[in-house]
C-alpha cells in the first residue's frame, strides 16, 4: 500500500523559508512524477510543482521565483522550500504522486501538514 | 492559466436521488493527439485529502462505486451522484492537468436535504 508522509515545521515566520519533506512508502520516487500541492482554509486546492526522480521540475509561474521542489533517491522523500513566506502562505500542504494511467492526474495523496505562517 | 468554474457552490440532495456538479473551464483541455479530455474529479471530506474519483473526464478510478458518472468534453463537464449515500457528503472539485500551471475549481458541497 502506498502512503505519502508530509513532515515539517507547522509554525515558519514571515519572510523566513518553508521547507517540508514527503516520506513515500510503498513505492519509490524514481516511479514517476511528484507535485506539492497546498489548500488554504475553505479553499480550493493549488498546485505548486512537480518533480521527476531525474530531477527535472516544473512551477506553477505564480510561486516559481519562491518554490524548489527537490527529490532524494536514497531516502525515497521530496522535498520542498519555499522562501519568504508571508500569511498569504499558510495552508495544508499535500504531496502527492502522479497517476501515470491516468496522464498525471493525482491518485495518491499524503494525509497533508499545515503550515501556519505568523510572527 | 485555465479557470475552471463549479456551479452549483453547494447543493443539497435528499437520499437517493441524483446530485449533478457542473464545471467549465476557460478552455478547452481536449488534447486531440490523445483524443482525451485532461479533466479529473476529486471529493475531499472533512480533514481528509482530496480522493481520487474520476480521470479522462468519465474514467471511473478503480474502487469508486459506480454511483459515481463522469461526462462531457473539450470545456463542459458533469459529475452525476446517480443515488445520494450518507457517505457522498463532501466537497467536489474538478482539476485539469491539461496545461500548466495545474488548476482546481473553487469546489462544490454536496449535503443531504
Known amino acids: 500500500q502506498v502512503q505519502l508522509q508530509e513532515s515539517g515545521p507547522g509554525l515558519v515566520k514571515p519572510s523566513e523559508t518553508l521547507s517540508l519533506t514527503c516520506t513515500v512508502s510503498g513505492d519509490s520516487v524514481t516511479s514517476f512524477f511528484w507535485s506539492w500541492i497546498r489548500q488554504p482554509a475553505g479553499l480550493g486546492p493549488e498546485w505548486i510543482g512537480y518533480i521527476y526522480y531525474s530531477g527535472s521540475t516544473l512551477y506553477n509561474p505564480s510561486l516559481e521565483s519562491r518554490a524548489t521542489i527537490s527529490v532524494d533517491t536514497t531516502k525515497n522523500q521530496c522535498s520542498l522550500k519555499l522562501t519568504s513566506v508571508t500569511a498569504a502562505d499558510t495552508a495544508v500542504y499535500y504531496c502527492?504522486?502522479?497517476?501515470?494511467?491516468?496522464?498525471?492526474?493525482?491518485?495518491?495523496w499524503g494525509h497533508g501538514t499545515v503550515v501556519t505562517v505568523s510572527s | 492559466d485555465i479557470v475552471l468554474t463549479q456551479s452549483p457552490e453547494s447543493l443539497a440532495v435528499s437520499l437517493g436521488e441524483r446530485a449533478t456538479i457542473n464545471c467549465k473551464s476557460s478552455?478547452?483541455?481536449?488534447?486531440?493527439?490523445?483524443?482525451?479530455?485532461?479533466l479529473a474529479w476529486y471529493q475531499q471530506k472533512p480533514g481528509q485529502p482530496p480522493k481520487l474519483l474520476i480521470y479522462?473526464?468519465?474514467v471511473r478510478q478503480s474502487g469508486v462505486p459506480d454511483r459515481f458518472s463522469g461526462s462531457g468534453s473539450e470545456t463542459d463537464f458533469t459529475l452525476t451522484i446517480s443515488s445520494l449515500q450518507a457517505e457522498d457528503v463532501a466537497v467536489y472539485y474538478c482539476h485539469q492537468y491539461y496545461s500548466i500551471p495545474r488548476t482546481f475549481g473553487q469546489g462544490t458541497r454536496v449535503e443531504i436535504k
Open positions: 478552455r478547452s483541455v481536449f488534447y486531440t493527439s490523445t483524443s482525451k479530455n485532461y
Open positions: 502527492a504522486r502522479h497517476f501515470a494511467e491516468g496522464g498525471g492526474t493525482f491518485d495518491i
Open positions: 479522462w473526464a468519465s
